[in-house]
């Protein structure tokens, strides 16, 4: 058994209703995480859950004629059967309506009631019931709920209360001394701020329902829901007992991390390390906030009813894919944007064209050129060293990625080799090799070293994709698991001999318009053979006046100024699928440009590309943004396809073009 240990969670979800995309986002990350770890050695635990307390429960289920309890039954049945879809392999489902739950919560707040750090008074102030929240006054945004931005109520009732108050000093000491523990840094701030801004007493008990765990010590009582909720990370740890996997997985356990949305993490960084401390328990390592997932109308949320259903996705793209999407797509902590469109554009690009051809055509060339064996490497050359040198910075960046939760970023490491694979069978051209005796070594060279690209890339990409390695491996003709795992990641691996069993594309390329619904705003008219000739004369016509009309002279041409500028930030501008915001250096001028590539390029795959731009363009204003220029592409006539002008060499920012 390994000593190597790793817990991570993901918030436990509300059952009100089905979940959406963004809650498939951090699930996704938690599982390709533990898999990862696990792909390493680790001894891992991951947890999932349902938090089905609350007053908002009880009143939708009234409202439907059921019980609480019936209600939650059948929204967490569907939320178990979606991570089912999604190959989500969590170790433990919670449900904060399960007896061990209960009394876990009972019993560290029995155990913080003694310290004296709960005492009971009186409640009157503001709560927010969809978000369970309770507000002051000056926490409210022109009397609306600072969260969610809706009503909240005006609440009066005996309750008990929490002495955060007590440990804010100790919360912000630790926060200081822990850089790590708030990630990303744009949150420790928030919470730094908030803490330094003054800390009030939680109220952690509610008598104005029944639907929630009762107070130990006073059962008019129920225990307000996120002191029950959050205590679901040590429950099926079996705090309640401190039983082994307690003692592994939390007290001897330097890696456990907290994977929730910004939206909630005030909660899991500020309550949770409070509650933890009054109960003189450990506090995990890091708690993790990523961004939003955003549709053009802003932030998904069942309430507003604009979400989208990952199962229906699932169903029609398959899981791999949307899982690839979720974590190619969205920057580190920050907000993150979803459509349909871009999704098949990423999974046509990514996995159907450099990921799936690669297979496709090193199989195929193995198949026709080596009678279907990968045959053995006699002979190096330079390029052979390329490939070894490349998969082992590959492998440095992609570990340091991961462990930092990049995992956008340590995709696209993985996609270096593959673009380099693909780039290579046009280099070394197998089938020219193939027609010459004399270049036998070589062919061999390059069809092991293509066969090697892609079982490297598969292994990096287990953790991501887990439907994928087992059909890639297939057609390699791999099935000796030493050759699947982390321990065989380097370059240069025992595969030769082994017989390759070529078959359907992997990633099927998605017909968009199919896909999408696209249909034609208009019919074309039916016309005559004489109107067809008639309009074929005017057309050609037209045509040579256009064509004579678009010539310009040298003196115009010179006009435009090209030049040369390095990319050095970049992001998507809110609230659209298409545009970019782009940070440039020319020269010693920075330079801001919008430019509509968001459906080809991701912000951080764009960082350090010298692209070519018209610097002297007037500006003009995109999304109140004054965008300074713009830069040069070239794309298919169907606009499917787009690539940025670039150049070759290491030629300075500001030089000029022409």
């Known amino acids: 058994m390994s000593n190597k240990r790793f817990y991570v969670t993901t918030p436990i979800y509300y059952p009100s209703d089905k979940l959406h995309i963004g809650h498939a986002l951090t699930t996704t990350m938690a599982d390709t995480l533990s898999r990862y770890k696990k792909m390493l050695g680790y001894d891992t635990f991951f947890l999932t859950g349902s938090d089905e307390h609350g007053q908002k429960i009880e009143k939708t289920a009234a409202q439907a004629g059921m019980k609480p309890i019936e209600y939650t039954d059948k929204i967490v049945a569907g939320f178990q059967e979606l991570w089912k879809k999604l190959d989500i392999e969590y170790d433990d489902f919670i449900r904060t309506t399960e007896k061990r739950h209960y009394e876990t919560v009972s019993k560290i707040f029995t155990k913080i009631y003694e310290k004296g750090d709960i005492y009971k008074s009186e409640y009157e102030g503001f709560y927010c019931t969809p978000c369970e929240s309770f507000f002051t006054e000056r926490q409210l945004e022109e009397g609306h709920c600072p969260d969610c931005g809706r009503k909240v109520d005006v609440v009066r009732e005996e309750s008990y209360f929490f002495k955060m108050s007590k440990y804010a000093d100790d919360l912000i000491a630790y926060i200081e001394s822990h850089p790590h523990f708030i990630r990303p840094e744009t949150r420790k701030n928030e919470m730094l701020s908030f803490l330094k801004s003054g800390l009030e007493d939680l109220c952690v008990s509610r008598t104005t329902f029944d639907w929630g765990i009762p107070v130990p010590i006073d059962d008019k009582h129920v225990i307000y829901v996120w002191f029950d909720a959050l205590t679901n990370y040590l429950t099926a740890l079996d705090y309640l007992n401190e039983g082994e996997l307690y003692q592994k997985f939390w007290q001897e356990n330097d890696e456990?991390?907290?994977l929730v949305g910004k939206d909630i993490v005030r909660f899991h960084t500020i309550i949770w390390p409070i509650i933890l401390m009054a109960a003189d328990i450990k506090i995990p390592d890091m708690v993790f906030a990523h961004g939003w997932l955003l549709l053009d109308g802003g932030k998904m949320s069942k309430s507003k009813g604009n979400v989208v259903d990952p199962t229906a996705l699932i169903d029609k793209y398959g899981?791999?894919?949307?899982?690839?999407?979720?974590l190619r797509e969205m920057p580190f902590g920050e907000d993150g944007y979803y459509?349909?469109?871009a999704l098949v554009l990423r999974t046509n690009t990514d996995l159907a064209n450099d990921y799936g051809n690669l297979l496709s055509r090193t199989t195929s060339m193995i198949d026709k050129f080596c009678g279907g064996i990968i045959p053995e490497k006699t002979s190096e050359d330079d390029v052979d060293k390329e490939f070894a040198d490349l998969a082992g910075d590959i492998k440095e960046a992609y570990v340091a990625n991961m462990d930092n939760l990049q995992f956008g970023k340590a995709l696209q490491e993985v996609w270096k080799i593959i673009a380099r694979g693909n780039k290579y069978i046009e280099e070394s051209a197998p089938w020219a090799l193939a027609k010459d005796e004399s270049k036998a070594e070589k062919l061999n060279a390059v069809m092991y070293n293509l066969a090697e690209t892609i079982r490297v890339a598969t292994i990096y990409l287990s953790p991501f994709m887990p439907a994928t390695p087992a059909k890639v491996f297939d057609q390699l003709g791999i099935d000796e698991l030493g050759?699947?795992?982390?321990?065989?990641i380097d370059f240069g691996a025992a595969i030769q001999g082994i017989k390759v069993r070529r078959k359907d594309p992997i990633f099927p390329r998605i017909d968009a318009k199919e896909a999408l619904k696209v249909e034609e705003t208009q019919e074309p008219k039916k016309e005559s053979k004489k109107d067809s000739k008639k309009d074929s004369k005017k057309e050609s016509k037209k045509e040579a006046a256009e064509e004579g009309a678009?010539?310009?002279?040298?003196?115009?041409?010179?006009?435009?100024?090209?030049?040369?500028?390095?990319?050095?930030a970049a992001e998507k501008v809110e609230k659209t699928d298409k545009l970019l915001k782009l940070s440039l250096q020319v020269g010693e001028e920075k330079r801001i440009i919008v430019a509509g590539i968001a459906l080809h390029y991701a912000p951080d795959e764009l960082i350090g590309k010298k692209i070519i731009i018209v610097a002297n363009l007037k500006p003009a204003k995109l999304r109140g943004i004054e965008s300074q220029g713009m830069l040069l592409a070239a794309s298919t006539s169907d606009k499917k396809q787009m690539t940025l002008l670039t150049v070759d060499s290491d030629i300075p920012s500001g030089s000029k073009v022409g």
């Open 483 to 488: 050759l699947k795992s982390w321990d065989s």
């Open 319 to 326: 899981s791999d894919a949307i899982r690839y999407f979720l």
């Open 550 to 568: 678009n010539l310009i002279s040298f003196d115009e041409f010179f006009k435009t100024e090209l030049k040369v500028a390095e990319i050095v």
């Open 339 to 341: 459509s349909e469109e």
């Open 256 to 258: 456990i991390v907290h």
